[in-house]
C-alpha cells in the first residue's frame, strides 16, 4: 500500500484488510521514518524505491494499493513493471497535478517558510482534505488534529517540498494504456485536490478499469468514510 504526499505508512487501517491479505506499508523517502535525501525528487524514483523494497522483502507479485501520491507511483508500477502487479486499486489519484493542488501545496509550502505551527497548517488544509459532513463534525475534526500534532515523525519541510516538487511535474497520460492488470479506480465525490474528472480519466485510458465513486467525501475518503473505502478494497482484491 502505497502513501500519499507527507502521509507515511500510519495512514492506512491495515487491520482491516489483514484477514484476508498480508498487508505491506512503508514511507515513501522524505516522510514519516524513510531517510530525506535532498530533492528534487521524480515520482520514478518512488516507483523504483517501492519495488526495491518490495524485491528485498521477497515480494515478486502483489495487489497494488495507493492513495493520491501513491496511486499515481502505482500507475507507474503497474505500466513499467507490468509482472509485478496482480490487481491493482488507485484510490484519488489523476495522470497530473491538478490545479488546485498546486495551489493547496503551494501554500503549505509557504506557511513552512512563515514558520507557521503544524497545528495551523493542519486546520488550514481542513476545507480541501474533508468534504462538509466531516467538517461540520467537531470531535472527528479535533480527533484528526490530534493525531497529525501529536504524531512522532511529523512531515520535514525539506520533505514536503522534494515530494512536492515530484508531483508538479509528473504526467501519466502516455503510460496508461500500458497498464493491463485488472483495475479499480476509486474516487471520492466531492474530492477537490483530485477531481473526479482525474478517476474518469483514468477509468478511460487503463484498459478494462472499473470506476466506483464514494458519495458525500472528500480527499480523506479514508478517514471520512473507511467502511465503505476499504469494503470496495476488499471487494475488488477478493474478486
Known amino acids: 500500500m502505497i502513501s500519499g504526499l507527507s502521509a507515511d505508512h500510519q495512514?492506512?487501517?491495515t487491520a482491516r484488510l489483514a484477514t484476508d491479505f498480508r498487508v505491506t506499508v512503508f514511507d515513501n523517502r522524505g516522510c514519516g521514518?524513510?531517510?530525506i535525501p535532498e530533492g528534487p525528487y521524480r515520482l520514478e524514483m518512488l516507483a523504483r524505491d517501492t519495488l526495491d523494497l518490495c524485491a528485498k522483502l521477497g515480494i515478486h507479485k502483489t495487489h497494488l494499493v495507493g492513495h493520491s501520491m501513491g496511486g499515481h507511483i502505482a500507475q507507474i508500477i503497474a505500466a513499467t513493471a507490468p509482472d509485478f502487479v496482480d490487481?491493482?486499486?488507485?484510490a484519488c489519484s489523476e495522470p497530473t497535478f491538478s490545479v488546485i493542488s498546486q495551489l493547496a501545496t503551494s501554500q503549505q509550502i509557504a506557511l513552512y517558510d512563515w514558520g507557521v505551527p503544524l497545528e495551523v497548517r493542519a486546520r488550514n488544509y481542513l476545507p480541501v482534505l474533508f468534504y462538509m459532513p466531516f467538517l461540520k463534525d467537531s470531535e472527528r475534526v479535533e480527533s484528526y488534529i490530534r493525531s497529525v500534532v501529536s504524531h512522532p515523525y511529523p512531515m520535514t519541510q525539506q520533505g514536503y517540498v522534494a515530494q512536492t516538487e515530484a508531483l508538479r511535474v509528473f504526467d501519466t497520460r502516455a503510460l496508461l494504456k500500458e497498464?493491463?492488470?485488472p483495475t479499480r479506480i476509486i474516487a471520492a465525490e466531492h474530492d477537490l485536490l483530485t477531481p473526479m474528472a482525474g478517476s474518469e480519466f483514468l477509468c478511460r485510458e487503463i484498459p478494462g478499469a472499473e470506476l466506483s465513486v464514494i458519495p458525500e467525501s472528500g480527499h480523506g475518503v479514508f478517514i471520512e468514510r473507511p467502511e465503505m473505502f476499504y469494503g470496495l478494497i476488499l471487494e475488488f482484491l477478493n474478486g
Do not use: A, G, H, N
Request: glycine content about 0%; charged content about 25%.
Open 11 to 13: 495512514m492506512w487501517e
Open 33 to 35: 521514518q524513510s531517510s
Open 87 to 90: 490487481r491493482l486499486v488507485i
Open 179 to 181: 497498464i493491463r492488470c
